[in-house]
Structure formats: C-alpha cells, structure tokens
Antibody, heavy 121, light 106 residues
Framework: EVLLVESGGDLVQPGGSLRLSCAAS????????MTWVRQAPGKGLEWVAVIYSAGSKHYADSVRGRFNISRDNSRKRVSLQMDNLSVEDTATYFCARWGATCGGRSCYEFWGRGTRVTVSS | AIQMTQSPSSLLASVGDRVTITCRAG??????LAWFHQTPGKAPRLLISATSSLRSGVPSRYSGSGSGTLFTLTISSLQPEDVGTYFCLQDFRFPHTFGQGTKLEI
C-alpha cells in the first residue's frame, strides 16, 4: 500500500528556516517524481517543487532560490528545506507522488495528509 | 510557467443538475490535464487524468474532455457528496500549475 506521511510543520518567524519531511512507503522514491504542493489557508493549490531521476529538480517561481527539495532513497524520504520564509509561505504542505500509476501514464494519484507551516512574528 | 485559468470560481447548483467547469491553458498542453476534488481539511483527490481518464472508484457521472488549451469537467447529475472545490492541473511541463479552483455548492 502506498502511503505518504508529512512532518516538520511548525510556527516560524519571518526570515527563518524549516525543514519538512515526507516518509514514503509502498514504492521507491527514486523511481518516481516526488513533489510538494501547498495550500494557503482558504486558498487554492500551488505546486511547489519536484525531484526525479538522478536528482533533477524544478521549482515554482515563488520559491526558487529559497527552497530546496532533496531525497534520501535509503530512508525513503523526501525533504523540503525552506529558507528565508515569509508570511506568504504560510500554508499546508502536501507531499504527492507523480507516478506512472494511471494506465502507464504519470498522475497525482497519491497524496499525504499535509503538514501545516505558519510564518508569523 | 503555464497559466491555467479556471471558471467559474464558484457555482451554486441543485441535486440532479448537469454541471460544467472549464479550464483554459495559456499554451498547448496536449491532453496533459488532470482534475481534482477537495473537501475542507483533506488532501485533493484525483478524479480524472490525461483529460478524460476516470480514476478507479470515481463515479461515472464525472467526465472530462478537451485538448490543447480548452478543457472541461462535467458532472452529469449532481449529487450531495459532490460539494467541495475542484481544481485542474496541467502536468505537461514543469512547473506544473493549478487552476484557481471552483467552489461547488448545492
């Protein structure tokens, strides 16, 4: 069974840092595209970052240069290091797998339940 | 980034109604468009991938169509459990991008 469990959400001051973690089970994180998606309170979904293949990465413009996505294959974890946080980064952060589980095509079939990040002084 | 414009932003309908939500991409994304349903406090649930491929367990009253830049999600006969917010997502090119969402109420 595929399971994604996020952790690390907390209250942090503007300018601070936080590291989120996503524990994966039921598949290998190095064989799929692992992403982070966030949702500010009462707002829509915002795609944040992806890591795949030998470590290729892409980021949303809003976080590029401040966030870093990484992967620990042996521990089956994906992390999101968030630096220089601002109040606009306040959101629930979801870990999601973009895997080839939809008739051989990649899709966002599996999601974690999210971890809440609050940036406030 | 590819911009996704979703409409309407909110929708009030009755049980049994046919409901249509539209998503427009800022450039040709072929058929790389997915639809999600979300209720408060929950993770998004994938309804449809690749424009029209209904995921296992999703009721057949849901359907998707389109290609290129214009896509639609249709609920043929609205049920009470369909309330919530619907999002489209282009997964044609990174960064993937979501539409703004459609809040559906009954």
């Amino acid at each position: 069974e595929v399971l994604l469990v996020e952790s690390g959400g907390d209250l942090v001051q503007p300018g601070g840092s936080l590291r989120l973690s996503c524990a994966a089970s039921g598949f290998s994180v190095d064989r799929d595209y692992m992403t982070w998606v966030r949702q500010a309170p009462g707002k829509g979904l915002e795609w944040v970052a992806v890591i795949y293949s030998a470590g290729s990465k892409h980021y949303a413009d809003s976080v590029r240069g401040r966030f870093n996505i990484s992967r620990d294959n042996s521990r089956k974890r994906v992390s999101l290091q968030m630096d220089n946080l601002s109040v606009e980064d306040t959101a629930t952060y979801f870990c999601a797998r973009w895997g080839a589980t939809c008739g051989g095509r990649s899709c966002y079939e599996f999601w974690g339940r999210g971890t809440r990040v609050t940036v406030s002084s | 980034a590819i911009q996704m414009t979703q409409s309407p932003s909110s929708l009030l309908a009755s049980v049994g109604d046919r409901v249509t939500i539209t998503c427009r991409a800022g450039q040709d994304i072929k058929k790389d468009l997915a639809w999600f349903h979300q209720t408060p406090g929950k993770a998004p649930r994938l309804l449809i991938s690749a424009t029209s491929s209904l995921r296992s367990g999703v009721p057949s009253r849901y359907s998707g169509s389109g290609s290129g830049t214009l896509f639609t999600l249709t609920i043929s006969s609205l049920q009470p459990e369909d309330v919530g917010t619907y999002f489209c997502l282009q997964d044609f090119r990174f960064p993937h991008t979501f539409g703004q969402g459609t809040k559906l109420e009954i």
